[in-house]
């Protein structure tokens, strides 16, 4: 299991900043760290130096963009209930898939809930079979995205605990974009992050020019959701981790959803299918804080202020982090880094 120790650098400190303020708008020239060294007061060997040492000690996972969800493959979050003496042996079969990119013990009967990965909406069938046999726990329930309201758009480290960074509207991509030969080789570049060296956009296995073009494009687009410094939040406090889950009827899920996601309070926010008549739970969100209690007084806020209090409703609090990295849609043995 991954480790939960936590720490939380002095506000205002180079180290902070570097943390808070490069969660996205990540320079995308030659030489970046350059850019945030100059930002910072700083030089390039203490950024590049700082870096290696945040991601030693797991305070983030990487350097590099956050896609958006189903545009270059497919993925799911998935979830199944394992006999509690075994929760230890099937989360470790689970983390066994490179496609597993996500896996936390959660406080419900469906215990261990995971994101699973892949090239192709095929591929991911094959894989959520694949995991219902090997690891032999029961049923996997499939829960695909449907709508998003607010994804992964970071944590501001001034403000409340689990209060998500601002970001202008991103632009969305209307259908996955076909991609060239080049273009997969540089998302497979990517999803373990930039390499950390001077020249890191040149160290991807593409022309540097290319490559920048092509993130910028695919930033434009909607297709990458943000670029720049991936933080862990248990290691930097925020320990509270609570999907609140509720079920609304389809007809308005969409008006609530996006209710609910223009609250500051609300980290993650979407629809996804239900699992009849297993799971019957249509719109999520995730909430973080330093604080069950904080975490809880916040969802029933949340619940009042978007209207949902009169629908069936669940709160899971994650017990346990079993594991937690970057998506991966191409194989690993495309991948150049990571």
Known sequence: MATMKTMQPLPGSPEFRLLNDFQRDFPLHARPFITLARALGSDEETVL?????LRRRGVITRVGPVFRPNTIGASALATLSAPPARIGEVAGCL????????????????????????????????VLREIERVCDSGPVLALPMQEEYHIDLGFDLLARAGTRLAAAPTLHASQAPALSGAERALVAALQGGLPLVARPFAALGVPEMD?????????????????GIIVRHHELGYTANAMAVWDVPDEIVSEIGQRLACCGD???????????????Y?????????????????????SAA?????????????????????????????????
């Not at 490559?211 to 670029?227: C, M, P, Q, S, Y």
């Not at 604080?291 to 007084?297: G, K, L, N, S």
């Open 49 to 53: 130096t700082t870096l290696h040492q």
């Open 95 to 126: 983390n066994s898939f490179c496609e597993v990119n996500h896996n936390y013990e959660r406080e419900h009967q469906f215990n261990l809930w995971f994101v699973v990965t892949a090239p192709s909406a095929a591929r991911l069938q094959d």
């Open 211 to 227: 490559a920048l073009a092509t993130i910028a494009r695919w930033l434009d687009e909607g297709v990458i959701k943000r670029f």
């Open 266 to 280: 609300v980290t993650l926010c979407y629809r996804r299918r239900r699992h009849l008549p297993e799971w019957r």
């Open 282 to 302: 249509n719109l999520f969100c995730m909430v973080h804080g330093k604080d069950r209690e904080d975490v809880a007084a916040r969802v029933r806020a949340l």
């Open 306 to 338: 978007a209207g949902l209090a009169a629908y069936p409703h669940d709160v899971l609090f994650s017990r346990r982090r079993f594991k937690q990295r970057g998506a991966h849609y191409a194989p690993m043995s495309e991948a150049r880094h990571g």
